[in-house]
């Protein structure tokens, strides 16, 4: 499987509510008010969670290991998508 595209990953993350912030990072806050981000890094990404002033890792993959299929993000064993 080719590797995605970093574009193809922000679209797919676009049409789930997330945003682009200054920096190029994806971010959302979730119905439950936790905010969430997605550090977009050169070789890899890695899903965030905000806790207070701190951010602690979800999860993490190199890009060559992200699967984008049928406008889902798959980052490691997190899948952005699921439920709408």
């Known amino acids: 499987m ?7 990953i922000k679209e797919a993350l676009i049409l789930w509510g ?5 920096y ?9 008010g936790t905010p969430y981000r ?3 890094q050169a070789i890899s ?3 965030e969670k ?13 890009l060559k290991d992200v699967i984008v299929d ?3 993000v798959q980052i490691g064993k997190v899948v952005i ?4």
């Open 2 to 8: 080719k590797k995605p595209k970093i574009e193809t």
């Open 18 to 22: 997330w945003k682009e912030d200054r």
């Open 24 to 32: 190029g990072h994806m971010q959302k806050t979730a119905q439950s």
């Open 38 to 40: 997605v550090k977009v």
């Open 45 to 47: 990404l890695r899903l």
């Open 50 to 62: 905000r806790i207070g002033s701190d951010r602690f890792k979800v999860s993490n993959a190199y």
């Open 70 to 72: 049928d406008g889902k």
């Open 81 to 84: 998508g699921d439920k709408p």
